[in-house]
């Protein structure tokens, strides 16, 4: 069994079904799942970790991760692996299409952890994304609002993939 440590925000409780999905898909894992909105502290237990964040403003983070940036900021990531969950909206949001998750991924980079679980950006109908890097999200992109059918499928595959990678 693997220690994991889910971290969620949501403002209007999309990610945090998202987050109830995870964990019924990682069930033969040791899986705990924390509200960003209960603070950051927690992260410190555990080496693999996910983070969720819906995009919001323009290309933002969601208000709990805001309110906690910089105990984030402060949190030596050496040793921890990290998957990253954008929830956004492709077509309301085109040009700032799951931003938040590049934001996440540039603070975990610059201290020193691992991010794994990127995807193709095929198959999306975004117009811009500051999330996608060589034609790869940086983590794995939902829309609850208009691709939620492929939402199961996407969780599926890509848990096959950060399983396999985490300690
Ligand atoms: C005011 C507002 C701004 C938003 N800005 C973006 C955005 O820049 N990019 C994006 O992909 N989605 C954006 N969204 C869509 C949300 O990320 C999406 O609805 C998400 O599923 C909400 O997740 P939650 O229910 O966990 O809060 C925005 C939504 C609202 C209401």
């Known amino acids: 069994m693997k220690k994991i440590g889910v971290f969620f925000g949501s403002t209007s409780g999309k990610s945090g079904a998202i987050a109830e999905e995870i964990e019924f898909y990682l069930k033969k894992e040791d899986v705990s ?10 992260i410190k237990s555990y080496n693999n970790l996910i983070f969720i964040s819906p995009t919001y403003g323009v290309g933002e983070l969601q208000k709990d991760w805001e309110s906690h940036i910089d105990t984030l900021k402060n949190i030596d990531m050496s040793g ?30 610059k201290n020193n952890g691992k991010v794994i679980g990127f995807t193709p950006s095929e198959g999306y109908l975004y117009k811009e994304s500051e999330a996608v890097i060589d034609g790869k999200f940086v983590g794995l992109a939902l829309d609850e609002e ?8 996407r969780i599926k595959n890509w848990i096959v993939e950060i399983i396999s990678l985490f300690n």
Do not use: C, M, W
């Open 80 to 109: 921890k692996i990290i998957g990253l969950i954008g929830l956004g909206n492709q077509y309301a949001f085109g040009e700032s299409y799951v931003g938040a998750i590049k934001i996440l991924y540039d603070i975990i980079i």
């Open 146 to 153: 208009n691709q939620r059918n492929q939402t199961p499928d």
């Open 33 to 42: 799942i924390h509200n960003v909105a209960d603070g950051l502290d927690n």
